[in-house]
């Protein structure tokens, strides 16, 4: 067992309570992916075509900046990253964070918190964004108990 990180963005809260349940459970460091523009109720807007996050989400390229690039990814074998789905993938701050650093050799276990679509193509997505890790899809974890995450975590074997 190696040393673990759970990272995550959290654009209403929902991730972030999970990411820090998973932290109990996975005796794990915790690193919160920070936008340097914080979302506005306005910008999460997903019925309105031009909000930020559906303008950012129509161009797969775009990369919204992030405050801190120094999560010392080095230090962990194991990441467990975190985010909540928009429109059936993972938000393209994602991108920027796996893009931020050198995930070589590293596992990265995928979850997410949804308002209901699954993974989509997530992982196909993430792939390019981090070369030589080993990404696998973790599980949507909307309304866990404590118990809930717990027993994920130990069946991720990490």
């Known amino acids: 067992m190696g040393k673990k990180l759970v990272a995550y963005f959290s654009a209403g809260g929902t991730t972030r309570k999970v990411a820090e349940m998973i932290v109990e ?3 794990a460091d915790l690193y919160e992916i920070v936008p340097k523009q914080s979302y506005s109720k306005a910008d999460l807007n997903w019925m309105d075509k031009t909000s ?21 990814i080095d ?14 993938v993972a938000p393209t701050i994602i991108n920027t964070f796996l893009e931020s650093y050198d995930f070589t050799g590293k596992k990265i276990v995928l979850f997410a918190t949804s308002g209901g679509s699954g993974f989509g193509n997530t992982v196909k ?3 390019p964004s981090a070369p030589g890790a080993n990404i ?6 909307n309304h866990v108990s404590e118990q809930d995450v717990e027993n994920w975590v130990k069946s991720l074997n990490l």
């Open 125 to 127: 997505e993430l792939i």
């Open 75 to 88: 230090g962990y074998d194991e990441v467990i990253l975190g985010f909540p789905i928009w429109w059936y």
């Open 136 to 141: 696998a899809e973790g599980k949507i974890l």
């Open 52 to 72: 930020r996050s559906s303008v950012e989400m129509s161009d797969k390229k775009y990369r919204p900046e992030i405050t801190d690039t120094n999560a010392q």
């Open 25 to 27: 459970a996975a005796e």
